[in-house]
């Protein structure tokens, strides 16, 4: 049976979701956001190692994140006319 998250959680995951809004380095990502005791994992991908960097920076000043686990993959660049 799937264990439901905690208010505690819900309400992290909702403040974390409304942080990486409200920076104007993140806001137009989309990053999915778990947590389970203070326990972070952030699920997407963004086009620059600078965007995923200030993704995580945003998340670490959160005195409520224990820990983090990054899965935000950075886009490869395609080469115009590669085939």
Known sequence: MLEMPSI???ALCQLIRD???QDKRTA???VDV???DGSVCLVGRVDTEAEKEAALFVV???TSVRCILDQIAVRQPTIA???
């Open 8 to 10: 505690y959680d819900i």
């Open 19 to 21: 942080r990486l809004q």
């Open 28 to 30: 137009g990502m989309t």
């Open 34 to 36: 778990t947590s389970c």
């Open 60 to 62: 670490q000043g959160l």
């Open 81 to 83: 006319g590669a085939i």
